[in-house]
Structure formats: C-alpha cells, structure tokens
C-alpha cells in the first residue's frame, strides 16, 4: 500500500482566511478519519466517513468547518473564516471497515496568524 | 462516555532494561484497546490492539499489553527497551457500540544509552 497522503504538510494564513486540506487514503479503505492534535495532546475525533456519506461529526466541530468525500475516495476538510484556536495538526487516517487498524497520514500543520 | 488517562507525561528507561506505559480506560461497554506510536515527523503508527480473547496481546517491534479488566488498565510492555523505541505513545479506547476512537494525552518514552 502507497499509505495515507495529506496535503499540504504546512499552512500558514492569516485569521480570517479559509483553508482546504486534503487526504488520499489507502485505496482499498472505505473509512476515512479526520482528527486534530495540538501540541501536548492526543489526536481528538473531528469527523469520519464510510465511503462517501459522512456518519459522525464531533461536537468539536464547529460550523465553520465542513468535511466531503464526494466519491468516497479522497476528502477535504475545509476550516472558513479561520481563528487563531485552529492552529492544529490535522490528521487523516482510513481503515477498512471491520478491521480495527487505522492507518495515519503525516498531517497538516495548520498555522493561523 | 469513553475516556483515557495517561497518568505519566514522560517515562525514563536505561537500554535494556524492561519498560512499561501505564494506561487506563473508562468504558460503558466492551473496551475496545489500542497502542499508536508516533516518531518525530511521522504519522501514527498501530503497535497492538485487545478487541476479546487473551488479556496479554503482543504487536509489532516487540511490544506487549496487558488487559485488566477488573483495574480497567492497558498498560504497554516490553522486556528489553532500545533507544530507537523512544517516542510518543498513545492509547486509545473504542466503546464497543462507537466506531471512533479517543486517544490519550500520550506518553514520551525516552529510552537512554
């Protein structure tokens, strides 16, 4: 497997400013993860999909965020009118649905100015 | 609610001699378990899960975990730590009636020379 890809490994914006983040799953997986990490802390549930419909959305997950996987392959994560508080690593995982290993991207480093 | 607690922040151990990082869960349900590991710049990485059956499970680079239900612990062990095992382990709890995880805060094993 070519493993989990995210892009882009950094962003830098200013407040105010939308931003889009993708993830390329393992092509085989049809659950596909996003979590945020911020620093001293474990990765916390944001969103999950199982293949294009979105199933559970964390009550972290404010409304300015919005996540899709309009063909249950790739997704994105958009974060409009960003806030200094969601400078965060943001992190993908997939897995393949009744098999219990999720399987990470590298993330994207999020920076809010 | 599902929970985690890592009680230790940072855990010390000279090369060689045995290593443990304590975990423990809070579950409604059948706790589903399991240990990531993340290296410097990398994503995560599954070491070991406990899903039923024997409370002693055993997963990648040597490692083991110990299921205690009655202590409702997990901790993460392994009898000879190598300096290449220092990073940042986290442990994660799945209720068996949820299908996201909650990751602890993470512990960082510092293995020394």
């Known amino acids: 497997d070519t493993g989990v890809s995210q892009d882009p490994r950094h962003k830098i914006t200013k407040r105010g400013q939308n931003v889009t983040f993708r993830c390329d799953p393992i092509s085989e997986h049809n659950r596909l993860y996003w979590y945020r990490q911020t620093l001293g802390q474990g990765p916390e549930f944001l969103t999950y999909f199982q293949n294009e419909a979105q199933l559970e959305k964390s009550r972290l997950l404010s409304d300015r965020f919005s996540a899709e996987r309009p063909k249950g392959s790739f997704s994105t994560l958009e974060i409009q009118r960003t806030e200094q508080g969601d400078s965060a690593m943001y992190l993908c995982?997939?897995?393949?649905?009744?098999?219990?290993?999720?399987?990470f991207g590298s993330g994207t480093q999020l920076s809010v100015l | 609610a599902q929970s985690v607690a890592q009680p230790e922040d940072q855990v010390n151990v000279a090369e060689g001699n045995p290593l443990t990082v304590k975990c423990t869960y809070s579950v409604s349900g059948n706790p589903y378990l399991f240990w990531y590991v993340q290296y410097p710049n990398r994503g995560l990485q599954f070491l070991l899960k406990?899903?039923?059956?024997?409370?002693l499970v055993k997963g990648s680079y040597g490692f083991e975990a110990e299921f205690n239900k009655s202590q409702t612990s997990f901790h993460l062990k392994k009898p000879s730590a190598l300096v290449s095992d220092s990073a940042l382990y986290f442990c994660?709890?799945?209720?068996?009636?949820?299908?996201?995880?909650?990751f602890g805060k993470g512990t960082m094993l510092l293995v020394s020379p």
């Open positions: 995982a997939s897995s393949l649905q009744g098999w219990e290993k999720l399987f």
């Open positions: 406990y899903i039923t059956g024997d409370n």
């Open positions: 994660a709890v799945r209720d068996g009636g949820y299908s996201t995880l909650t």
